[in-house]
């Protein structure tokens, strides 16, 4: 029987959501909770593989259980294996051609950045920019990533295909933090960082927004800063 649960993560006390042998990762997690549920080796498949550092609050991830059990008696038993850092919201039973990764229609993601006085407690959870920023210069040059584009330029890893769209960038400010959107059909390995960097450059005039639109042309260009890992939040995927 194949299950799908939603889950959220604290992604600061992970490296990241692929299996690795020698360290803590959700899929890790995951996996050896349901096999002692199972009795039986299970692999999960996720929506995404999150980098290390990387939260999310609507991560979605399928697996294969050999034993029909309940979703909310699984969801229960889920969470008492896995706490304090991973939670499961929701479980239910899906068809067995669902895929978390390959049926998604949308992924929506936030990246959170703070421009207060420095605060240890926040620091896992967001990127402290202590310099003033020009938010209506980064509003127009996001612009510029709408639409369908070769990302490649804005991504980490060699992959055949680099082309994806984005439907929506906005900007959400609330006192001393600025919560960038991003909703789009695909989004590659370091992606998202890389726009904000780009979108940060712009904003503190070290680059230009000419090239942006070059990169995204395929031009070979200087490369664009990297944000930091702890802002960034799988916010919801649509399937």
Known sequence: MRYLIR???DGSKFYGFQRLKNHSTIQKSLEEALT??????????????TDRGVH??????????????????????????????????TCEVVSLDFHARFSV???TYRYRIYFGSYC????????????SLDINLMKEA????????????????ERENNMSILYDISFHEEEEFLDIIFVGRSFYRYMVRNIVGALLDVSSKKRESS????????????????????GLYLEKIEY
Do not use: W
């Open 7 to 9: 889950i959220s993560y």
């Open 36 to 49: 002692k549920i199972d009795g039986n080796p299970v692999v999960v498949k996720g929506a995404g593989r």
């Open 56 to 89: 999310a609050n609507d991560q979605c991830v399928h697996f294969d259980l050999n034993h029909e059990i309940p979703s909310e008696g699984l969801k229960s038993i889920l969470n008492k294996l896995i706490g304090p850092y991973i939670y499961v919201k």
């Open 105 to 107: 229609k949308q992924k």
């Open 120 to 131: 240890p407690q926040l620091y896992d959870y967001v990127t402290f920019y202590p310099k």
């Open 142 to 157: 996001s612009k510029l990533f709408l639409g369908v584009h070769d990302f490649r330029m804005f991504v980490s890893g």
């Open 211 to 230: 090239e942006i639109v070059r990169a995204l042309n395929g031009e070979e260009v200087k490369q664009f800063s990297t944000a930091m890992s702890q």
